[in-house]
């Protein structure tokens, strides 16, 4: 393949792994979970940032924070494993 490489095949080169090019259908399938994470994400800030607009008690809004950020970091590991296992299948 000629011209440019995406981020994962240069991360690849500087491990010293070995980039296996993707189908078109994994690209699709890697593309899809982007976008639905996005907007779980999203989704995700709206709901916490609602309860924080809401919420008086720095110590309760602190709370919604935390919470707010391991929700949307289950969803990104989530996110990671797919990805990683349609990366798997060729």
């Keep these: 393949m000629s011209g440019m ?30 976008t639905k994470t996005k907007a779980k994400v999203a989704e995700t800030e709206i709901m916490f940032d609602q309860q924080l607009a809401t919420e008086a008690d720095p110590a309760k809004a602190a709370m919604i924070l935390q919470t707010r950020q391991q929700q949307i970091a289950r969803i990104k590991a989530d996110a990671e494993e797919k990805k990683e296992n349609v990366r798997q299948k060729a």
């Design 5 to 34: 490489k995406s981020a994962y095949d240069l991360a690849m080169e500087r491990l010293g792994g070995e980039s296996n090019e993707l189908t078109d259908g994994q690209k699709a399938a890697l593309s899809e979970i982007d």
